[in-house]
């Protein structure tokens, strides 16, 4: 694919990361313990927030200005640009937090060091559900919650997915059961992917709808668009193999149905993290080489 940016103002690791509402932005976190806000027109750092001594593990949106920050400390830290530098919110986990999305507006998950995958009240600062989601337990390095699909038998017309990378080298991909609210938060899982190495590091995934003929990054452009079905879902997920897996996952009469469609080199290291854009297919991907990558398909 082309590589359409490269950013390059953090000083070390750069873990995470994701775009703004209007794809005008993308925020990052480093484990040179910041978050950065990126103009990504004009390749250039426009905010900057200090998180303290802690490594920032995962970052994930909740305004055009904010975003929320896990960290190595076990916080849970809200971080808005129109209130300066300093955490607006904060909530503290039993252990250190690998992952943070956000599933509604007053709902976040996060997946943890001793491998619980977790839902929080905003509201209240409170843990609303929990479940393990590998046996025996073993860390999640991220969660990341989809946009929006249909999904053959759900019970409703609409659903979205959660995926958790854990260190067992596997995606799990789950959704909520049916009967869930803010107060008791409950998942089921549908899948498992593999082919990708966490190892040891915090690699991490994103998800995107792709409904029709979509062409993938790096085919070349005599190269005829795929079928996406409807309500599949594309999964790309870090690994530490210098690659960024991209799976697709569906739902048929027959059940989930699962494939690895596409391998993206270009990376140094180990990649990281990977978002999708939320508009267009494009995908920024973050690695061990100090470097975010941009790559349209």
Not at 171 to 193: F, I
Request: negative net charge; contains cysteine.
């Amino acid at each position: 694919g082309e590589e359409l940016a490269c950013l390059r103002d953090h000083s070390h690791n750069v873990s995470d990361l994701c775009w703004s509402p209007d794809s005008s932005q993308l925020f990052s976190g480093s484990f040179d313990h910041t978050v950065r806000l990126w103009d990504v027109a004009r390749a250039e750092s426009v905010a900057v927030f200090e998180v303290g001594r802690a490594f920032v593990l995962s970052v994930a949106l909740q305004s055009p200005d904010g975003c929320w920050a896990a960290t190595s400390a076990g916080g849970l830290l809200q971080f808005d640009r129109r209130k300066g530098d300093r955490p607006a919110q904060a909530l503290r986990n039993d252990c250190m937090v690998n992952s943070v999305a956000a599933a509604r507006e007053t709902v976040l998950v996060s997946g943890d060091k001793r491998g619980m995958l977790k839902a929080w009240d905003v509201r209240t600062g409170g843990c609303v559900g929990q479940r393990s989601v590998s046996d025996p337990a073993r860390p999640i390095s991220h969660v990341e919650i989809s946009p929006e699909l249909a999904w053959r038998g759900a019970h409703t017309s609409r659903v979205r997915l959660l995926a958790t990378n854990s260190y067992d080298d596997t995606v799990r991909v789950l959704t909520e059961e049916e009967g869930a609210g803010d107060a008791d938060v409950r998942w089921r899982q549908l899948c498992e992917l593999q082919g990708h190495k966490n190892q040891s590091w915090p690699v991490r995934s994103s998800i995107c709808v792709a409904d029709g003929w979509a062409r993938l990054w790096g085919e070349d452009e005599d190269c005829p668009p795929r079928w996406q079905p409807h309500g599949t879902a594309l999964l790309a997920t870090g690994s530490t193999d210098g690659h960024a897996h991209v799976y697709s996952v569906s739902n048929s009469a027959a059940g989930v149905v699962t494939e690895l469609v596409q391998l993206l080199n270009g990376h140094t290291d180990r990649v990281y993290a990977t978002s999708f854009h939320p508009t267009q297919m494009q995908l920024a991907t973050a690695s061990a080489d100090f470097t975010v990558k941009v790559w349209a398909a």
